[in-house]
């Protein structure tokens, strides 16, 4: 479902910070941990200085799309900047969610900069005792 690792990322940034920040039709990616909690499968995307307001979080069938935007703070007229490294514009990242997934009691929380959403694991999904039914007499086989 996921991709462990990403020989490319490294690349992603020097490119990054040669051709400037993500805009809408050209977002950069955000970093993110996945892992299964007990009954959830959690997905935490690193998002700091970004207000919740810009926070976009989508799900169309099993497609999860998170979207935020981070812009430049105010700065008085006399200020000069001597140093950027903080990016800014907009970034995505899209996930294809398994059908064992409870798209639709999905939850989000946002807290120092993380956006932490938890997914249910459907009912279906979980493991369950099938019980075997038949006759309780013996029976005799005939050749």
Do not use: C
């Amino acid at each position: 479902m996921l991709m462990r690792t990403d020989p490319f990322r490294e690349l992603d940034r020097l490119t990054q910070q040669l051709l400037g920040s993500g805009t809408w039709s050209r977002p950069s990616a955000m970093p993110m941990d996945a892992y299964r909690e007990g009954d959830e499968y959690v997905v935490a995307f690193d998002l700091p200085g970004v207000t919740p307001e810009a926070i976009d979080i989508d799900v169309e069938r099993n497609m999860l799309t998170v979207k935020a935007e981070r812009r430049p703070v105010a700065k008085a007229d006399d200020v000069q900047l001597e140093l950027s490294e903080r990016p800014l514009g907009a970034f995505s990242r899209q996930i294809v969610l398994a059908d064992t997934l409870d798209t639709e009691h999905i939850k989000a929380d946002y807290d120092a900069g993380v956006l932490t959403l938890r997914i249910p694991i459907a009912e279906r999904a979980k493991p369950r005792k099938i019980a075997i039914g038949g006759e309780s007499a013996p029976r005799q086989i005939r050749g």
